[in-house]
């Protein structure tokens, strides 16, 4: 009997962070809620207003590059370093990389980790360089 309950919590358990990965994974998924607003499900952009990221060279170019620019939003662009966790940005990055016929390396998480600890780093300098003037 209580080995029948352990082993349905198990599969119960399974089930749940298969389900929970599988959501956190889907660079589809936030790039349809956070991107295809302004880059269109296609990736196609707005010609004059926002870039598509089918084809350009930036997007299949260096990808620390990307995830810097999807953190830190550049013109136009918000920023997503709030709104965005590792998973779901290195998700979102590595669909952007590899959709609509691109065909560029993935992103991994601990990827998205070192680049916004630089990034993190970089805005504290920023911030401390008035004081060392005075
Ligand atoms: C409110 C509209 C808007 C949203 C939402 C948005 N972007 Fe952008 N994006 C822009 C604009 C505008 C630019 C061009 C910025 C500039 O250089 O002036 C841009 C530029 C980019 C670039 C650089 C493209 C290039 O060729 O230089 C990438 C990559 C990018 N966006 C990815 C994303 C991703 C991924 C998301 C979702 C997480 C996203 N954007 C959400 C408007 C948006």
Redesign the pocket.
């Given at each position: 009997m209580k080995s029948m309950v352990s082993k349905s919590l198990w599969v119960a358990l399974i089930a749940f962070s298969a389900g929970a990965h599988a959501e956190s994974m889907s660079g589809k998924d936030?790039?349809s809620k956070?991107?295809a607003?302004?880059?269109m499900a296609t990736g196609t952009g707005i010609p004059g207003?926002?870039?598509a990221?089918k084809g350009?060279?930036?997007?299949l170019g260096d990808a620390n590059a990307?995830v810097s620019?999807?953190l830190k939003g550049?013109?136009?662009?918000?920023t997503?370093a709030a709104s965005?966790d590792d998973d779901k940005l290195s998700a979102?990055?590595s669909y952007?990389r590899q959709s609509w016929g691109n065909q560029a390396s993935a992103v991994t998480v601990q990827d998205v980790k070192t680049i916004r600890a630089n990034t993190n780093a970089m805005k504290v300098v920023k911030k401390e360089q008035p004081t060392n003037i005075h």
């Open positions: 936030v790039f956070n991107c607003a302004c880059h207003a926002f870039p990221l350009s060279k930036f997007v990307v620019t999807v550049r013109g136009g662009m918000p997503f965005l979102v990055v952007v």
